[in-house]
T-cell receptor, first 113, second 113 residues
């Protein structure tokens, strides 16, 4: 059964730093991987979607990479801002399981002014 | 405005009293799904629907029912709620199932006493 983990569970950095969030999955047979942001008490916002045939995706200060063979993805945030403070979750769709998402537990990020 | 709406946002009920949480999207999305989010367990998919009259189980379907009679609506039904269904529930939708960007509703916080 596919399992998704995220390291670290929480991270606190000063404003302006570049940072990396990690996501690992146990089975490399996936359709795609998505990164989401969740603000306290709110729903999730999709940040980046990487298809299984892709290696990376970029949106503004965000860059996500995917290494299927090693079961890893990273989310790189450049020049962090206090507004980036949120919980970041990754999710995969395993092949052979319809359209069933499997989420990681998330990384809670705090960017200090 | 493109959005996914859920009602109610907050609900306190008693064991065994049937309830329905509504979900509606105005983006003509074919794919809709329900999740529950619990501390320490993360987001887990309950049910999903690829299109009208097509539904499938996620990871934790026990105790829940869904229906998809119209494209825009995907209600979640708890026929006989129990305290272990106390949770934060999210509805989501997308154009292309898991291959597309997921749009999440604001969440429904359910407490079953």
């Amino acid at each position: 059964k596919q399992e998704v983990t995220q390291i670290p569970a929480a991270l606190s950095v000063p404003e302006g730093e570049n940072l990396v969030l990690n996501c690992s999955f146990t089975d490399s047979a996936i359709y795609n991987l998505q990164w989401f942001r969740q603000d306290p008490g709110k729903g999730l916002t999709s940040l980046l979607l990487i298809q299984s045939s892709q290696r990376e995706q970029t949106s503004g200060r965000l860059n996500a990479s995917l290494d299927k063979s090693s079961g890893r993805s990273t989310l790189y945030i450049a020049a962090s801002q206090p507004g980036d403070s949120a919980t970041y979750l990754c999710a995969v769709i395993p092949k052979g399981h319809g359209q069933n998402f499997v989420f990681g537990p998330g990384t809670r990020l705090s960017v200090l002014p | 405005e493109a959005q996914v709406t859920q009602n109610p946002r907050y609900l306190i009920t008693v064991t065994g009293k049937k309830l329905t949480v509504t979900c509606s999207q105005n983006m003509n999305h074919e794919y809709m799904s329900w999740y529950r989010q619990d501390p320490g367990l993360g987001l887990r998919q309950i049910y999903y629907s690829m299109n009208v009259e097509v539904t499938d189980k996620g990871d934790v379907p026990e105790g829940y029912k869904v229906s998809r009679k119209e494209k825009r609506n995907f209600p979640l039904i708890l026929e006989s709620p129990s305290p272990n269904q106390t949770s934060l529930y999210f509805c989501a939708s997308s154009f292309y199932g898991g291959a597309g960007e997921q749009y999440f509703g604001p969440g429904t916080r359910l407490t079953v006493t």
